[in-house]
């Protein structure tokens, strides 16, 4: 699987972005997605998970209420929309894919993107 993510850009602080990571193969359904970020001088870590159906998904504190992941398998494109922006959340983000729902762990991850900078102003 190859990811490609997109939707990085500057915002200020309360506006919104909105993320998508296209996948090539035919074998997107049957991953687990994932977005991690990952801010200067920090670990990389996972804010959000979303099962193959999308049925279940997970949110990291740090932006539960604020971030939405979604996916539309017709499309080999998981998304992550995110609003009320903070400072906070500048890092790079990434998309992941992993057969198994239940990762959280960047060397838990089968394939990454490659990166997408999101910075948030204040």
């Known amino acids: 699987v190859q990811l490609q993510a997109s939707g990085g850009g500057l915002v200020q602080a309360g506006g919104s972005l909105r993320l998508s990571c296209a996948a090539s193969g035919r074998t997107f359904s049957s991953y687990a997605m994932g977005w991690f970020r990952q801010a200067p001088g920090k670990e990389r870590e996972l804010i959000a998970r979303i099962s193959t159906s999308g049925d279940n998904t997970y949110y990291a504190d740090s932006v539960k209420g604020r971030f939405t992941i979604s996916r539309d398998n017709a499309k080999n494109t998981v998304y992550l929309q995110m609003n009320s922006l903070k400072p906070e959340d500048t890092a790079v983000y990434y998309c992941?894919?992993?057969?198994?729902?239940?990762?959280?762990?960047?060397?838990?991850?089968?394939?990454w993107g490659q990166g997408t900078l999101v910075t948030v102003s204040s």
């Open positions: 992941a894919a992993n057969l198994h729902y239940r990762f959280a762990r960047p060397g838990d991850v089968d394939y």
